[in-house]
């Protein structure tokens, strides 16, 4: 099932409370066709492909209790889904999404954070991994 390819985050990302962020991931644990660079997938191969995120996130000295944090795919820079998930505890909160998505020889992919936070500073920590490949069908 290739290309496929697996990141993950060596460490934490604060984003923006509230708005949706490109996620940045500094290691590659895999990556088949080198189709991944840059915070990007891009596949190069026409097909489905299963994408999957996930991220804890917090409120560096505050709390996202009744608040929520959201994950999305982006393909060509637009929305190809999403989910979000309220927080009902004050610490860290773990959120994974997938998606089996098409794609073409040029479409590309991105995944994107939002956490919104009651108080302290939005973040995304060290444990957020990214990973894909292409379904046979």
Do not use: H
């Not at 990556?31 to 996130?57: E, H, I, Q, W």
């Not at 040029?106 to 108080?119: L, R, T």
């Amino acid at each position: 099932n290739t290309p496929a390819f697996m990141v993950k985050k060596n460490d934490s990302q604060t984003v923006s409370d509230a708005t949706w962020t490109t996620l940045t991931f500094e290691t590659e644990v895999f990556d088949t066709d080198n189709t991944f660079a840059s915070n990007r997938f891009t596949p190069g191969v026409t097909g489905k492909y299963l994408l999957c995120v996930f991220v804890y996130a917090y409120a560096d000295g505050g709390s996202l209790e009744g608040t929520g944090i959201g994950l999305k795919f982006l393909k060509n820079g637009s929305t190809e889904g999403y989910t979000y998930s309220p927080s009902t505890t004050s610490n860290q909160t773990g959120v994974f999404f997938s998606r089996v998505v098409e794609s073409d020889t040029d479409d590309y992919f991105d995944a994107q954070v939002n956490i919104n936070v009651a108080s302290g500073t939005p973040t995304a920590n060290d444990q957020a991994f990214f990973y894909g490949y292409k379904l046979i069908t």
